[in-house]
């Protein structure tokens, strides 16, 4: 899902059995993109904490009408055949930093900064084969699309400053990872150390080991 710019715009009318995707996770994905349910999670969130990254900005936005989604791998591979035009890149950065400042008065109205953690994720230039041999990409938009996450994640923090920062460098892909081999798809040793930090952020916060250890467990589930 595309943060803000699809969330922020008409939500379409589907049923998620229509949407055909072998995974029941990628279809709710799909789901959530075409019907908007952001805007309702946002206010009735229960959670301590939230955590924002833009690695899923690279993906194209369509318009049908009123209506902005995702132009994901899941969305083409799911047979819904909306009649959607894909927007410019000019346009989509127009809309974005539009809804972008809607996204972050819904966080202010929901969260305090120091319960906000900004994970600054990037592609990487390079990976390390099955052999565990470095390598770099070859014909990836790696730096242009560095440059526009950059880009939001500045946006976010001149516009809710006082949050947490996590950026992590000196890391690489992995071609054995489980979804593959791609520029966002790191080694391992990235996430352990994003967790470490994330551990670290709220044991400031909360001071609460049995509610760290929890959170941990469950990010470790994720990847």
Same mark, same amino acid.
């Given at each position: ?8 715009? !008409? ?27 952001? !805007? ?13 990254? +833009? ?17 994901? /791998?899941?969305? !083409?591979?799911?047979? &819904?055949?909306?009649?959607? =035009? ?5 346009? =989509? ?7 972008? &400042? ?16 900004? @994970?600054?994720? +990037? ?10 041999? &470095?390598? *770099?990409?070859?014909? *990836?938009?790696? %730096? ?5 996450? =950059?880009?939001?994640?500045? +946006?976010?923090?001149? %516009? ?7 950026? &992590? ?15 966002? @798809? *790191?080694?391992?040793? *990235? ?5 470490? !930090? ?5 044991? =400031?916060?909360?001071?609460?080991? /049995? ?13």
């Amino acid at each position: 899902m595309t943060v803000p710019v699809s969330i922020y715009s !008409k939500p379409i009318n589907i049923e998620i059995e229509k949407i055909e995707l072998p995974s029941k996770f990628q279809q709710r994905m799909v789901y959530f993109d075409l019907t908007k349910n952001f !805007k309702q999670y946002i206010k009735q969130i229960k959670s301590d904490f939230l955590i924002i990254d +833009f690695i899923d900005e690279r993906y194209n936005i369509l318009r049908m009408g009123d209506s902005y989604f995702t132009e994901s /791998n899941e969305y !083409k591979k799911s047979n &819904l055949n909306l009649h959607a =035009k894909r927007i410019s890149k000019e346009e =989509k950065l127009q809309l974005w930093k539009q809804s972008a &400042l809607k996204f972050i008065k819904n966080i202010k109205s929901t969260f305090k900064p120091e319960s906000v953690i900004l @994970h600054k994720a +990037f592609w990487q230039e390079k990976y390390y084969d099955k052999n565990r041999e &470095l390598r *770099y990409f070859e014909n *990836y938009p790696i %730096n242009e699309n560095n440059e526009i996450i =950059k880009m939001y994640y500045d +946006f976010i923090e001149e %516009n809710l400053p006082n949050i947490n920062v996590i950026e &992590l460098n000196g890391f690489a892909s992995d071609e054995k990872h489980q979804w593959g081999l791609s520029p966002f @798809h *790191y080694e391992e040793s *990235y996430y352990k150390t994003f967790i470490e !930090k994330l551990d670290f952020i709220i044991e =400031k916060q909360i001071r609460t080991n /049995n509610s760290t250890t929890i959170f941990s467990k469950w990010l470790k589930k994720i990847i």
